[in-house]
């Protein structure tokens, strides 16, 4: 809990870009932290550096969607469709959008996937909205999936909600905002 006695919530972020451009952000209460860190380090597997979807077999996808689903309080999904503009401006619209949801939602803090190529551009871009959104402060940070596990809950859902059918069902409930 923080100092006005409210749960703190932190939300971890990952994009596709299979189809549109997708940031997929998963929300979760700082109490569970601790425990879903070490639900998704126990899955990873001899060799691997992190839990990656992509790379996993069908059988290690359901598993792994139906265990990381306990810790997730809510998903949303920042949908920026093909449509002329370039892959850079999309993602910079999502992570605009992503800020003004996490604001309104109450979210404390955010841990983006670092791209070392797009850090400068999505710190500007967080930036620029929370000057337009203030006074909600939201802390922000670029992390490597290998060094924090739950990064592994966006990239999870992300990759479920990109295949659909079955795997969009088991992704769970998800909320759509397109920018």
Known sequence: ??????????AYVDESKA??????SVALDSGSLH???????SMILPGQSRLHMRKESDRRRRYVLDALSEFTTSTVIVRAPKDGRSDRERRSRC?????RWSVDTGIDEICFELDETLQRQDRQRIV???HVVRPKAVNHRHERAAIEPLLALPDAIGWAWAKGGD?????????IKDV
């Open 95 to 99: 992570v605009a959008g992503l800020i």
């Open 19 to 24: 189809k549109d451009y997708l940031l997929v």
């Open 1 to 10: 809990m923080n100092t006005t006695g409210r749960t703190r919530r932190h």
């Open 167 to 175: 795997w969009r069902r088991r992704a769970g409930a998800v909320t």
């Open 35 to 41: 425990r879903a860190r070490g639900t998704v380090r």
């Open 128 to 130: 620029e909205t929370l």
